[in-house]
């Protein structure tokens, strides 16, 4: 049966996560959600809507579109959208089976995202973010586990600040610890998201301090030709190799203060991607 299939494909890319192999998981956890995954009249989807989850019925489907009603809205909400935003159809009474297979596909698309460049590192950890949030909306329709759910907004915290996206990953650790009294790995990562906020804004401060002084050296460049006569100033006309030099001069002067500044930002974000990317990696439901 269906669930047969879908419990063998977990079963496989489990095995490759734990020998640390995520990506050649990866194809085993996508073939087990399209196995349990089937568009039909009736079915419980997953859709998006912007930037969000909603579990949804599907009734009727006719040349792209789907006609679906929104659950646990204060009203029933019809809509119709292109196919395209049903993102899952739930296996009845296997939804656990789904939300697992999420998770650690999440894990393996953070693990992934650390031998990417930064394009597609930022691009592997959005994908992993929302595996995570049809995950968290799965377990919220069917009253999941409560450990799954601290798992799902754990990965998903880490996904959003790997991504820079503070707000969105502080949001998800402050549910989580406070949701989630108990959970020891998310007050774990609580402190060190706070960390890694304060050594961000210490980093923007310095870039901050790096720009004030450029503007200083090229407003004093600006300046240079400017001579004193008495109580007066006079503007000196510069010569036409002046003109030249003070051409070039500003793009130089920016480019010699932001190099070091730019320079140390990547080296910043790529340890602290791989070692977050170990860490996940080392996790499995």
């Known amino acids: 049966g269906d669930e047969v299939d879908v419990a063998q494909w977990k079963e496989r890319g489990d095995a490759l996560l734990t020998l640390g192999d995520g990506s ?7 073939a087990g959600l399209a196995a349990s995954s089937a568009l039909q009249v009736g079915s419980t989807a997953i859709i998006s809507k912007k930037n969000e989850f909603q579990v949804a ?8 579109n789907v006609d679906v009603t ?28 789904q939300v697992r297979i999420l ?17 597609m590192s930022a691009y592997y950890h959005r994908s992993a ?59 774990a990562w609580s402190l060190q998201l706070e960390k890694q906020v304060a050594q961000h804004q210490k980093t923007n401060q310095k870039l901050a301090k790096s720009m004030c002084a450029w503007v200083q050296n090229a407003t004093a ?3 240079g030709g400017l001579v004193s006569i008495g109580d007066s100033v006079v503007q000196e006309k510069p010569s036409s190799n002046e003109k030249m030099r003070n051409l070039w ?37």
């Not at 693990?111 to 990417?116: P, T």
């Open 70 to 97: 929104v659950v646990g809205s204060d009203e029933e909400e019809e809509r119709t959208l292109p196919d395209t935003d049903v993102k899952l159809c739930l296996l009845s009474g296997q939804e656990e089976l």
């Open 221 to 223: 460049t600006a300046d």
């Open 103 to 119: 998770l650690n596909l999440a894990r393996c698309l953070m693990q992934v995202a650390d031998l990417e460049d930064l394009q």
């Open 249 to 285: 001069l500003p793009p130089l002067t920016l480019f010699r203060y932001l190099f070091p500044v730019l320079l140390g930002l990547w080296i910043h974000r790529f340890l602290y991607q791989h070692s977050d990317s170990q860490e996940s990696s080392r996790d499995r439901i």
């Open 129 to 187: 973010a929302i595996g995570c949030s049809i995950a968290f909306a799965i377990l919220t329709s069917v009253d999941g586990q409560k450990s799954l759910q601290a798992t799902a907004l754990l990965l998903r915290s880490k996904a959003h600040a790997c991504r820079s996206k503070w707000k969105l990953a502080i949001a998800d650790a402050q549910l989580l610890t406070r949701e989630h009294t108990d959970h020891k790995e998310g007050r």
């Open 24 to 30: 050649a998981a990866i194809p085993y956890y996508e």
């Open 57 to 64: 019925e599907v009734d009727y489907i006719e040349n792209g």
